[in-house]
């Protein structure tokens, strides 16, 4: 029986490796946990380590910068769930035989130039070229970040009564990796203007700026209670995983989920439904109950939008979608649909 594509399902995790991490070090206050994007380590006087990990991104034929923006954003976007931006970085190449050092040269100029924005200091890892590596995979980095203790956030956090934003649209970095992957076909359907626009909406899969306005700078606002990155499974996938993280319920108003002109018309021709399809560049957020309107305020001094979608209820009330009043359990898919529509329409043929 082959494995399912893409992260490992909850039932893998709970079964191999929760209750075997290695020695039980106290210090270690976040741990691996379903849904929860850091780990964090207490240090003294009060201060904490948060850390994430994630694959490198390494796709020739979307582009070296592009790849590299990826490799740098997906990972410092798991960070900004603490409400701070990533501080030193380790990275592991493991490269392609084939790949020239000229190309190389190229994709790590970007990853320095990239970090190097944010304020991350890259301080070492491991470079390496590998026979027979022909993954988009290019190995895995880590992001530290150090902070006061008390401050850092994390998924698990949410309480019932909160309210659930959403960032952005669904499905951001799902419309534009295929837009830019199958370009004729897009604008064969959908017309070249909004092509080119789906395409530039791929420096958008940053969540970052979403974050540190959402906390305000040096943790300003304490309304904000919990952040989820917006990965595999989309924006119902990632409440799911927020709420279940905080051993809560939750209840989402289907009609409030922010859906982009742009997202809908290139997820309709992949027949992909944009609230299940991989979203980077979306954060979820809790916030407390009230204070919805003035974190939307916040993000929108940033030019950047966020809709209130639903709220953290009791555990016993259960995680569900709600449509024309209609109230439905929210399933939790552990396969995400992209994956099959790329390699359907890789394998159509479309261009």
């Known amino acids: 029986m082959s494995n399912k594509l893409g992260k490992i399902d909850p039932h893998v ?25 850091v780990s964090i380590v207490d240090l003294p006087g009060s201060m904490a380590m948060a850390m994430t990990s994630d694959p490198l991104t390494l796709i020739p034929s979307l582009g070296l910068e592009e790849s590299a923006w990826l490799s740098v954003q997906l990972m410092a976007n798991d960070m900004a769930t603490t409400g701070y931006a990533p501080m030193y970085g380790q990275f592991v190449l493991n490269l392609p035989g084939n790949f020239s050092k000229s190309d190389f040269q190229t994709y790590w100029d970007y990853i320095h130039r990239f970090c190097s924005k944010i304020g991350i200091a890259i301080t070492g890892g491991h470079t390496g070229f590998i026979e027979g590596q022909n993954s988009t995979i290019a190995g895995g980095g880590t992001f530290i970040s150090i902070a006061p203790k008390n401050n850092m956030l994390v998924s698990k956090y949410a309480k019932p009564g909160d309210a659930i934003l959403v960032t952005k649209s669904c ?25 080119q626009q789906a395409c530039a909406t791929f420096y958008q899969t940053s ?58 018309e290139v997820c309709k021709l992949f027949s992909l439904d944009p609230r ?65 529509a790329f390699f359907k329409a890789f394998n159509s043929g479309w261009k």
């Open 171 to 195: 499905a951001i970095s799902s419309t534009a990796i295929l837009a830019m992957c199958f370009p004729e076909t897009v604008t064969n359907k959908l017309g070249s203007e909004m092509q």
């Open 207 to 264: 969540s970052l700026e979403d974050a540190l306005a959402a906390v305000g700078q040096n943790r300003g606002y304490n309304d904000v209670t919990a952040m989820h990155d917006v990965t595999e499974g989309g924006v119902l996938g990632a409440i799911y995983e927020l709420a279940t993280a905080s051993n809560n319920g939750a209840f989402i108003y289907n009609d409030k989920l922010p859906i982009g002109i742009l997202q809908n």
């Open 13 to 37: 995790f709970e079964q191999f490796i929760s209750n075997k991490c290695g020695f039980n070090r106290e210090e270690v206050s976040i741990g691996p946990e379903f849904g929860v994007d």
């Open 276 to 340: 299940y399809c991989i979203g980077a560049g979306s954060m979820i957020i809790t916030c407390k109950q009230g204070s919805a309107q003035k974190v939307i305020e916040r993000l929108a001094k940033e030019n950047i939008s966020c809709s209130e979608v639903g709220k953290i209820v009791q555990k016993h009330l259960g995680i569900k979608l709600i449509s024309n009043d209609i109230v439905n359990d929210l399933l939790y898919n552990e396969t995400d649909p992209y994956w099959a």
